[in-house]
């Protein structure tokens, strides 16, 4: 039986006296794209944020590798080999494409004066942000100076999903992806995920677009009122069906609600 490269189990998350979650299992298997998916207030973005580490969940347990964590920042979801892409982007529009790739992790010139002068290594972040690029099939990109306020959002999302490739060595975290992009730009981020997987990361992608879950996932995993209603495939169920779960629609049984990777 395949090991799950992150999982989670009774997860929980307050805002006061809101309960984002409540008791929240998870399930993340390597090489997998994972889609969750629930209605407003589900609980996914707290679900997903708790693994980012931008939460840290009030009870519950999480591990990594088969290893307990706990994340206290996002930088120690880093650590781990997990990169997310929040739906905000988090990107720096007068900075360069490649200044945003490596923004937080810049590299300095090597000897005194990258030691004592504290110089970045701006030629090398630019040939390994053109290379990154490059690798991924990003083709759309052709300046890697220009400034991000000058890209289009399908643009601005390639330099997200790229910066997350560069350094996710295990996982990458999709926040809604797609959300504010046009027909075009959307099946270029998809083709993105699909070549993330062929090279062989695991990708957790959260969106309300079922088509296209349904077009990149490999399993769906269903957020209703906090917790996991169930986890299925294309394959074992409809667009209707997965809907009818995330709505409350279709009562799943407890012992049916997880789907393990055949």
């Not at 206290?72 to 892409?85: C, N, P, Y």
């Not at 997350?164 to 959300?179: C, H, K, N, R, Y």
């Not at 409809?238 to 055949?262: W, Y």
């Amino acid at each position: 039986m395949m090991e799950p490269i992150v999982k989670a189990r009774g997860l929980v998350k307050r805002f006061g006296t809101v309960t984002a979650l409540n008791g929240a299992d998870f399930d993340l298997y390597p090489g997998e794209v994972l889609a969750v998916i629930g209605d407003n207030g589900a609980g996914k973005s707290s679900l997903i944020k708790c693994f980012a580490g931008a939460h840290s969940a009030d009870d519950g347990s999480m591990w990594v590798n088969g290893e307990e964590v706990t994340f206290a920042s996002t930088h120690s979801a880093r650590d781990h080999g997990i990169e997310t892409v929040f739906q905000t982007l988090a990107v720096s529009p007068a900075l360069d494409i490649a200044s945003n790739m490596f923004l937080g992790r810049e590299l300095r010139k090597k000897g005194f004066m990258g030691t004592v002068l504290r110089q970045l290594d701006k030629k090398g972040m630019r040939l390994q942000a053109a290379e990154q690029l490059k690798s991924l099939g990003i083709s759309t990109l052709q300046d890697i100076t220009q400034a991000v306020e000058t890209l289009s959002g399908g643009q601005r999302q390639a330099v997200a999903v790229a910066r997350a490739a560069a350094f996710g060595s295990q996982v990458i975290i999709l926040d809604e992806p797609t959300a504010a992009l046009g027909v075009r730009e959307s099946g270029k981020v998809l083709d993105l995920i699909k070549d993330l997987k062929n090279r062989g990361l695991t990708v957790v992608l959260i969106s309300h677009n079922m088509p296209q879950v349904y077009e990149v996932a490999d399993r769906i995993h269903v957020q209703r009122l906090g917790k996991r209603a169930a986890v299925v495939t294309p394959k074992s169920a409809s667009m209707n069906d997965a809907v009818g779960i995330m709505t409350g629609a279709i009562d799943v049984p407890e012992s049916e609600q997880q789907l393990s990777p055949v």
